[in-house]
């Protein structure tokens, strides 16, 4: 939908609902899950989109369904993009319909960034008596698949690809695939890039049952997974109890980054006062003149304190001069006592001020999906 300065929707901008999967009626986290301008949107009216579409025909037997990236046309009479002018840039066959990842974001270098989640189900693993194909040291840690990755591609057409892969792609010349930018990705439930300053390109990712965090991503970086969540050891036999000691390195030998903070998860820590919720929701950096407290903070949330209750966080995040994160909670002067939502999503507009996306049921029913901005009291 698009959505006026006064809050009103006018028009339907884009309804890929016919070329989606079915989704279930209680929670799912396939859908529409992302879209961005081009760069060059004023001239060339592009836009990008990734949703989950039907299995492909070609995806092994049993998996679910099929992570599409594909590029429309708004028409300039109806400022609408139709369903007809899509052009496929990149699929992704899923084995689970969890950890989708599906975040796209243009960096100042006009190359489109994709956040792809592990491929679902949990610790990285398939499913006990149902092996789907899962390498033995999980997805995100092997190079030859896309899944717990950041990709970074060019939207043109390549020879033989919907795109073409950039020459200094960190992994182009070697046996990895070509699209990968990062690896050792969880769930990484948005990413952004900072207006301003570095453009760094921040990433909110969903830990297993202990641990959430925020990366800044690195070129050719290993965030870890599945042998760490958050600065922590991790064990998949024992997900909730971190191992003293764990490799510091991955078995290519690239060593493993740390997060720039985490935080405590309610599953692994429910008495513990430093839990702070159950799901990471990537944010900003606010860049934006109306709040300029804020100026410069990464601000971000937790979906929600407890899975049956709509209770979300808000979170602002500013770098110490010991390159150290300190985190504190955002109270809204509007909800004093904590917001009562899900928190699914944040917007930026173009003036870099921000908009919180909402939801009051854990499930795909109802229409009580809102959108609150950030501003001055």
């Known amino acids: 939908m698009r959505i006026a300065k006064d809050g009103k929707t006018d028009a339907v901008f884009l309804d890929v609902r016919p070329n989606m999967v079915k989704l279930r009626e209680g929670f799912d986290e396939r859908g529409l899950l992302s879209f961005a301008f081009h760069p060059n949107y004023s001239e ?10 039907p299995l492909r025909s070609s995806a092994p037997p049993g998996w679910d369904s099929t992570l599409r990236l594909s590029e429309f046309s708004v028409a300039d009479d109806t400022m609408s993009a139709s369903l007809e002018s899509e052009r496929v840039l990149l699929q992704i ?59 970074r591609i060019d939207v043109r057409p390549g020879q033989g690809r919907g795109y073409t892969i950039p020459k200094d792609n960190p992994f182009v010349g070697s046996k990895a695939r070509p699209e990968i930018y990062a690896y050792g990705m969880r769930n990484p439930w948005r990413i952004s890039f900072d207006k301003e300053g570095a453009h760094e390109l921040f990433a909110g990712d969903v830990g297993q049952d202990s641990f959430e965090e925020v990366d800044i991503i690195k070129k050719g970086g290993n965030y870890g997974w599945r042998l760490r969540e958050g600065f922590h050891c991790f064990n998949p036999r024992d997900p909730t109890h971190a191992p003293a000691d764990c490799p510091k390195v991955a078995p290519n030998g690239d060593p493993l980054l740390d997060p720039i903070l985490e935080y405590k998860n309610f599953k692994a820590h429910p008495q513990d006062p430093e839990a702070k919720g159950i799901s990471i929701t990537g944010g900003y950096v606010y860049r934006g003149k109306s709040i300029p407290e804020l100026q410069g903070k990464y601000i971000f949330a937790d979906w929600s304190r407890l899975w049956v209750k709509a209770a979300g966080v808000l979170f602002a995040a500013s770098k110490e001069s010991d390159n150290k994160w300190n985190v504190e909670t955002i109270t809204p002067a509007s909800h004093p006592d904590g917001v009562d939502f899900y928190i699914v999503g944040f917007g930026q507009d173009a003036d870099g001020e921000l908009y919180v996306l909402s939801n009051n049921s854990n499930e795909l029913v109802g229409t009580t999906g809102k959108v609150y901005k950030f501003s001055p009291i």
């Open 93 to 151: 066959d899923k084995p689970y319909f969890n950890h989708n990842g599906g975040c796209i974001a243009f960096g100042s270098d006009k190359l489109l960034y994709m956040s792809v989640g592990d491929g679902g189900n949990g610790n990285d693993e398939d499913e006990s008596g149902k092996p789907l194909g899962r390498p033995p040291e999980g997805n995100a840690q092997n190079l030859n698949t896309l899944f717990g990755k950041i990709l």
């Open 44 to 53: 060339n009216k592009k836009i990008y989109v990734v949703y989950s579409a």
